[in-house]
T-cell receptor, first 116, second 116 residues
């Protein structure tokens, strides 16, 4: 079974600074997807960024980028120019296209606080 | 596209009562997932449907839990004889399948259950 570990339960960053959230995962599969989801307080979970395992290039979405290290099974999220609206729980997630309808396995989450 | 909607958003019940949650997925999505999220934790997979067929159930889904998706559109999750340990956020997500889909799930805002 796949597992996803987020070792930082809470983090804080000053507005406009850069922060990196860590994620490691365990799988024997070679083809899979990795995701970072954001869950603001009392709001729905939304996708921040995704990475296909077969792609060597790290995904970027505006201020969000990942550092995907397949051999090390590491998938960190970097948020540049942090904004107050980035305050949320962030979940790293894994999916295997061949398993259970591509269901997501989530890490325990990192609570990010952006301070003014 | 109105997104995934869940009802009710919050349910308070007494131990031993039955509760039912409803999820309306994005209309063209043929997969529907239920997750459970306890406070400060990542979501845990419960079950998923492809159209009306329930294709996978987690061991977390005890005999007191039942899910249906009778016409391949909306889904219900019923919990019978609720226990205090059932208190959690129940999240519904949906997704399409096929070419061009890169594994993202689209989440609703959740139904929070409090068992007294």
């Amino acid at each position: 079974a796949q597992t996803v570990t987020q070792s930082q339960p809470e983090m804080s960053v000053q507005e406009a600074e850069t922060v990196t959230l860590s994620c490691t995962y365990d799988t024997s599969e070679s083809n899979y997807y990795l995701f970072w989801y954001k869950q603001p307080p009392s709001r729905q979970m939304i996708l921040v960024i995704r990475q296909e395992a077969y792609k060597q290039q790290n995904a970027t979405e505006n201020r969000f980028s990942v550092n995907f290290q397949k051999a090390a099974k590491s998938f960190s999220l970097k948020i540049s120019d942090s904004q107050l609206g980035d305050t949320a729980m962030y979940f790293c997630a894994f999916s295997d296209p061949a398993n259970a309808g591509n269901m997501l396995t989530f890490g325990g989450g990192t609570r990010l606080m952006v301070k003014p | 596209d109105t997104g995934v909607s869940q009802d009710p958003r919050h349910k308070i019940t007494k131990r031993g009562q039955n509760v039912t949650f409803r999820c309306d997925p994005i209309s063209e999505h043929n997969r529907l997932y239920w997750y459970r999220q306890t406070l400060g934790q990542g979501p845990e997979f419960l079950t998923y449907f492809q159209n009306e067929a329930q294709l996978e159930k987690s061991r977390l889904l005890s005999d007191r839990f039942s899910a249906e998706r009778p016409k391949g559109s909306f889904s219900t999750l019923e919990i019978q004889r609720t226990e205090q340990g059932d208190s959690a956020m129940y999240l519904c997500a949906s997704s399409p399948t096929g070419q061009g889909w890169a594994g993202e799930l689209f989440f609703g805002e959740g139904s929070r259950l409090t068992v007294l």
